[in-house]
C-alpha cells in the first residue's frame, strides 16, 4: 500500500503507507508504475487496424466493431485471454461475465499457480497457510524454488530482518542461494525426491510430532513406508543433492523451518509432485501454517461469482500453455490485462494468426504491448493509478479499497465498462450477468469474506480471516499423507517421481526490474541471454531448438549455473526479436494444467 506523492497537479511517487503491516518499502516496479502513468507507450484513445496501419478512433467505433465481431463469430471459435496485469477484482475477474454469457471458450487460468492449489488441495483440501507475521516470526526458512531475493523481495526482507537461518533450493546458484546460509542445488524437476527424502529422514529420527499425525492426519503408515525407498543415497543419485546437506535440511526443519513454495515448482516437470511433498514436510511437524505458497483461496472470496459461473458458461476451456498450439481454433480472442503473445508458450503464434487475418486480436490494455502491436483493436485501459477498484493480496489478509489518485489518462476506459457497453451492443444489456451493477457484483462476491463494500470503502482496509488451520476439507475430514481424492481421480495417492529425460534444460528466473514483459521501456528490455556453466558455452550466440522450432540466445558463462541447465531471467525476445516462449514447453502438467515451462529440454547447437 502507498501513499501518492502529487507534484504540479500530477502524481509525481509513491510512498509505501507508513500503516501497512508488510514492510516499507516500495520495489522499483512499484515506482515504475508511476513513470508508466504518463509514458509515451500508453494507449490514449481506440486503435483499429486499417490497412496494416493503426488509426484512432472514438469509443462508439470500437464498440460497435468489437461487438460486430463477436455477433457474427460462432461463441464457440471466441476466446479470452486474461491475467493477472492487475489483481483488482473489477479489473481482472468481472469482465469474463460477457463471454461466460455468450457462452465463448475460455483458458484455464493455469499459468502461474494453479499447478500447486492443486496439488495442495489433493492432501488439504485448501492451499493456504502461512501469513507475512509468522514469516516474520519463524526462526529458520526454507525458500524452495523461488528467487525470493528477487521476486518476493518483502518475504526476503522479513526474514532476513528476523536474522532467521535461510535455505534455499534452486537449480542453479541464484542470488538467493548466494545469499541463504544453506544453499541447496538440485536437478531440474528432481525436488519431490529431495523432499521425500527429508520426510524419511524426520520419521527415522522420530522428529514428527505424534500426536498430530494421530489425531489429525490419514494415510501416515502408507506414507512412511512408501519414503523408505527415498534414502540417502538415492536422493544422491538422482536429485545430486549429497547426504550431508539432505541432513542439514532435515535438521533445519527438525527446529521447525518454515517453506516458502515458489510457484515456479508448478512450472516444472514432477511440480506438484515436489509441491506436495514438500508440504507434507509440515503435515510431520504438525504444522499446517508452516508453508506458504498462495493464501488467495483462504478468504473466501467468490471469483466464480465475479465470473459469472453461476449464469454462464464457457464452451470449452483451454490449458494456457496449449492456447498458441490451439490459435487456429478461434476467430475472434478479446484480450485483458495480459500479453499472451510474450507469456505464453507458443504466444507468437496469435500474433502470426493475427496477422495472417486468421484471427480478429482485440485487447484491452494501459500501453501498447507486444500483443496490442499485432491486434486488429486496442482499447485504452487506466492502471490501478487511475480507478477504483478492490484489492485481494495472495500472502496477506488484507483487502484494500483502492482509490484512484490520478485523472484516467486520455479516453482510457475501465474494463468493466467496456464489456457492459459491448454487452449493450449485443443486445445482451438485460442479462442477468451485465445487468447487475459492477459493485454490486463485488458486494455479493466479498460477502462469504465476511465484508461488505460498504463497510470496505468506509475502511479502507480490512482484515479478512482464514479457516480453522484444524480442519481439513478432504474426504475424510483430515490432513491426507495417502490422498484419496488422487486415488478417487486415478492419479497417485502418494506424491510421485518420473525421471526427467536427458538434455539441456531451459529454465527461467525472474529479474528486479520488471514483472514478467510490463516496463521493458521503462528499465530496457531483457536481453535474450541464457547463462550457461562455462563447460556448456559453445560460442557466443547458440539456437535453442524443441518440436522444430528455434530460437537464438547469446550464451554468456556462468560458474554459478550446473552442467546442463540454461538459464534465461526474465521473459525476453531471442535475437531475432522471437518472443522466446516460442520454444518452451506448454505440456500442462496433471493438476491444475500449469505449463512446464521451467523444465523445458532443447538442443542446443551453435548457430
Ligand atoms: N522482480 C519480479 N518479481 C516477480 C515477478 C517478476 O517478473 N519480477 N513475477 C511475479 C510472478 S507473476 C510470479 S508467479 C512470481 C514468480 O515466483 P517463482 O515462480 O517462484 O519464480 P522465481 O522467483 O522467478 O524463481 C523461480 C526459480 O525456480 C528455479 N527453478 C527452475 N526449475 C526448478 C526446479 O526444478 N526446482 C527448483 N527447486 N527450482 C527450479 C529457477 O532457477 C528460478 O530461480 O514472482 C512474482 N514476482
Ligand atoms: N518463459 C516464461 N514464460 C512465463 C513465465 C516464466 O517464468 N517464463 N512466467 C509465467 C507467469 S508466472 C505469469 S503470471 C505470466 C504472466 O503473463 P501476463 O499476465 O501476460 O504478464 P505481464 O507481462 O505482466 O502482462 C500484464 C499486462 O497487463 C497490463 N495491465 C496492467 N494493469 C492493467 C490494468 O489495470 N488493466 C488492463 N486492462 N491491463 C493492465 C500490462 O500493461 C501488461 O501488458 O507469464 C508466464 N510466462
Ligand atoms: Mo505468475
Not at 76 to 83: A, C, G, K, L, S
Not at 174 to 182: F, V
Not at 307 to 318: E, F, N, T, W, Y
Given at each position: 500500500m502507498f501513499e501518492p506523492i502529487v507534484a504540479g497537479g500530477k502524481l509525481a511517487d509513491l510512498r509505501p503507507a507508513r500503516w501497512f503491516p508488510v514492510l516499507g518499502f516500495t520495489c522499483p516496479r512499484g515506482r515504475a508504475d508511476v513513470k508508466r502513468l504518463y509514458s509515451e507507450r500508453r494507449i490514449k484513445r481506440p486503435l483499429l487496424r486499417s490497412g496494416g496501419n493503426f488509426i484512432e478512433v472514438g469509443w462508439n467505433r470500437a464498440i460497435a466493431e468489437l461487438a460486430e465481431r463477436l455477433r457474427s463469430a460462432d461463441p464457440?471459435?471466441?476466446?479470452?485471454?486474461?491475467?493477472d496485469g492487475n489483481q483488482g477484482l473489477l479489473t481482472w475477474y468481472y469482465p469474463a461475465r460477457l463471454f461466460n454469457a455468450l457462452g465463448t471458450a475460455s483458458t484455464d487460468y493455469s499459468i502461474c499457480s494453479a499447478e500447486g492449489h492443486a496439488a495442495l488441495k489433493l492432501h488439504w483440501g485448501?492451499?493456504?497457510?502461512?501469513?507475512?507475521?509468522?514469516?516474520?516470526?519463524?526462526?529458520?526458512?526454507?525458500?524452495?524454488?523461488v528467487n525470493a531475493a528477487i521476486s518476493f523481495i518483502h518475504g526476503w526482507a522479513l526474514a532476513k530482518r528476523?536474522?532467521?537461518?535461510?535455505?534455499?533450493?534452486?537449480?542453479?546458484?541464484?542470488?538467493?542461494?548466494?545469499?541463504?546460509?544453506?544453499?541447496?542445488?538440485?536437478?531440474?524437476g528432481t525436488d519431490v525426491v529431495l523432499a521425500l527424502g527429508i520426510a524419511r529422514e524426520l520419521i527415522s529420527r522420530g522428529s514428527y510430532d505424534r500426536h498430530f499425525v494421530e489425531r489429525y492426519s490419514y494415510g501416515f503408515e502408507k506414507f512412511a513406508e512408501y519414503v523408505q525407498r527415498?534414502?540417502?543415497?538415492?536422493?544422491?543419485?538422482?536429485?545430486?543433492?549429497?547426504?550431508?546437506?539432505?541432513?542439514?535440511?532435515?535438521?533445519?526443519?527438525?527446529?521447525?523451518?518454515?517453506?516458502?513454495?515458489g510457484f515456479s515448482l508448478g512450472r516444472t516437470l514432477n511440480g506438484g509432485e515436489a509441491v506436495r511433498a514438500i508440504s507434507l514436510i509440515h503435515g510431520l511437524l504438525g504444522d499446517p501454517l508452516g508453508f506458504f505458497y498462495s493464501n488467495s483461496g483462504a478468504w473466501g472470496i467468490d471469483f466464480d461469482y465475479l465470473?459469472?459461473?453461476?449464469?454462464?458458461?464457457?464452451?470449452?476451456?483451454?490449458p494456457m500453455g496449449l492456447l498458441g498450439n490451439a490459435v487456429d481454433k478461434f476467430d475472434v480472442m478479446y484480450v485483458w490485462n495480459s500479453n499472451p503473445v510474450m507469456t505464453l508458450p507458443q504466444g507468437d503464434r496469435i500474433c502470426e494468426s493475427a496477422r495472417r487475418g486468421d484471427l480478429f486480436l482485440a485487447i484491452h490494455d494501459l500501453i501498447l504491448n507486444e500483443t496490442a502491436e499485432c491486434a486488429d483493436l486496442v482499447l485504452p485501459a487506466p492502471s490501478y493509478l487511475e480507478k477504483d477498484d478492490v484489492m485481494y493480496s495472495y500472502w496477506h489478509n488484507l483487502l484494500v479499497y483502492n482509490r484512484a489518485v490520478a485523472q484516467p489518462v486520455g479516453e482510457s476506459r475501465p474494463e468493466h465498462w467496456v464489456v457492459r457497453e459491448v454487452a449493450k451492443a449485443l443486445g445482451l444489456g438485460h442479462h442477468v450477468l451485465m445487468a447487475e451493477d459492477p459493485w454490486d457484483a463485488v458486494d455479493r462476491a466479498l460477502r462469504p469474506a465476511g465484508v461488505s463494500l460498504a463497510e470496505l470503502r468506509a475502511r479502507g482496509v480490512v482484515v479478512l480471516r482464514r479457516g480453522d488451520p484444524m480442519r481439513f476439507n478432504t474426504p475424510s475430514g483430515k490432513l491426507e499423507f495417502y490422498s484419496t481424492s488422487a486415488e478417487r481421480r486415478g492419479a497417485s495417492p502418494l506424491p510421485a517421481y518420473a525421471r526427467p529425460a536427458a538434455g539441456y534444460v531451459l529454465t527461467f528466473t525472474s529479474e528486479p526490474l520488471h514483472t514478467n514483459t510490463q516496463f521493458f521501456k521503462e528499465y530496457g528490455a531483457p536481453p535474450p541471454v541464457v547463462y550457461v556453466n562455462p563447460e556448456d558455452l559453445k560460442?557466443?550466440?547458440?539456437?535453442?531448438?524443441r518440436d522444430g522450432v528455434s530460437v537464438k540466445v547469446r550464451l554468456v558463462a556462468d560458474p554459478a549455473v550446473p552442467r546442463g541447465v540454461l538459464l534465461m531471467r526474465g521473459i525476453p525476445r531471442d535475437a531475432e526479436g522471437r518472443p522466446v516462449n516460442a520454444v518452451v514447453d506448454g505440456t500442462p502438467n496433471p493438476y491444475g494444467g500449469t505449463p512446464r515451462i521451467n523444465t523445458t529440454v532443447v538442443d542446443l547447437r551453435p548457430c
Open positions: 464457440r471459435r471466441v476466446i479470452h485471454v486474461e491475467y485448501r492451499s493456504w497457510g502461512m501469513l507475512p507475521e509468522e514469516l516474520a516470526a519463524a526462526r529458520a526458512v526454507v525458500f524452495w524454488g528476523a536474522r532467521a537461518t535461510i535455505a534455499a533450493v534452486d537449480v542453479a546458484l541464484t542470488e538467493t542461494l548466494k545469499a541463504a546460509d544453506l544453499p541447496v542445488v538440485v536437478r531440474p527415498f534414502d540417502p543415497q538415492y536422493v544422491e543419485a538422482e536429485a545430486g543433492v549429497d547426504p550431508q546437506t539432505l541432513k542439514k535440511l532435515a535438521d533445519l526443519y527438525e527446529s521447525g523451518a518454515k517453506t516458502v513454495i465470473r459469472g459461473l453461476h449464469a454462464g458458461r464457457p464452451s470449452s476451456v483451454v560460442g557466443d550466440y547458440a539456437c535453442l531448438e
